[in-house]
């Protein structure tokens, strides 16, 4: 079993930027697509951006160009750099990881506490 504890988030204007983190511990070996999630108020949670083993990041269209995706294999930590915040950003941001379909699914028995991120002037 994987743990993974999100931290990082805040309150942060408009415009505004934040760094989250994603620590994972347990049987990491087992995780071959790590990603970022969000879910706001009254909505799903959603995917908002992957990464590979190998590196390879995808983010979803509404953050592309404001998101950045990464990871550090050798700290078992994951990053996302979210610059030029919006409003609509405002959720609670939560990472999991395992093999791709599950990721894109969403499809996890456990997650962490997440991180709330509060976009407001």
């Known amino acids: 079993q994987v743990h993974f504890v999100e931290s990082g988030g805040g309150l942060a204007q408009p415009g505004g930027s934040l760094r989250l983190s994603c620590a994972a511990s347990?049987?990491?070996?087992?995780?071959?697509?790590m990603g970022w999630y969000r879910q706001a108020p009254g909505k799903q949670r959603e995917l908002v951006a992957t990464?590979?083993?190998?590196?390879?990041?995808h983010v979803i269209e509404s953050v592309k160009g404001r998101f950045t995706i990464s990871r550090d294999n050798d700290k078992n930590t994951m990053y996302l750099q979210m610059s030029t915040l919006k409003p609509e950003d405002t959720a609670v941001y939560y990472c999991?990881?395992?093999?791709?379909?599950?990721?894109?699914?969403?499809?996890?028995?456990?997650w962490g506490q997440g991180t709330q991120v509060t976009v407001s002037s």
């Open positions: 990464i590979t083993n190998g590196g390879s990041a």
């Open positions: 347990g049987s990491i070996f087992s995780i071959n697509v």
């Open positions: 999991n990881g395992g093999v791709l379909s599950k990721v894109f699914r969403g499809a996890f028995d456990s």
